[in-house]
Every structure is written in C-alpha cells, then in structure tokens.
C-alpha cells in the first residue's frame, strides 16, 4: 500500500512540473494536483485551479513604437479632418 501511494505521488509530481505535456488534457493536471494535496492532508477545491494557472501562452509581440506614433498620428489627423478642423501640412509631416 505504501508504494502504490508513492508511485501515484512520484507520478504527481512529474505531472504538476511538466505541465506542458499535458495542455490537451487538463484533467490530469487537475488530478495530479488534488494527489499531492492529499498526501499532505490538505483539503483541494478544483474550482480554484483555473486552466490559466497551469500555462499561460505569450502575448504577441508588441508593434515598434515607431510603427505605433505614425499609425496614431495618421489616424488623429484623419480625424481632425473628418471633423472639418484644417490641418497644417507643415505640423502634420
């Protein structure tokens, strides 16, 4: 009995510090968790364990702040415009 509660705790573990190996299947994330928690006598509520906290994937890559001004920049002017406001051409270059 002993080592069939190491094995599933060993295997726990593997399971909550490789969570990448398990992204198509949570459950076992979940499970694994809610093994160790037991083994140390501790109570476990799944609904705190969101999928967001086994991996959370990288944002995109932020645009070139460059990029970002003359984008802006164009639109405001655009809008300015839009608006009636004139615009002079030697502030908006």
Do not use: C, N
Not at 24 to 36: E, G, H, S
Not at 52 to 79: C, D, S, W
């Amino acid at each position: 009995m002993q080592d069939d509660r190491k094995a599933v705790l060993s295997d726990a573990r593997h399971v909550a510090l490789t969570p990448e190996d398990y992204l198509d299947d949570p459950a076992q994330f979940v499970a694994a968790w809610a093994a160790m928690k037991a083994g140390r006598g501790q109570g476990f509520d799944p609904a705190r364990l969101r999928p967001m906290h086994i991996i959370v994937p990288p944002g995109p890559a932020p645009e070139p702040t460059e990029q970002t001004l003359e984008r802006t920049g164009h639109k405001i002017r655009a809008v300015i415009e839009a608006r009636g406001y004139a615009v002079r051409r030697d502030d908006a270059a």
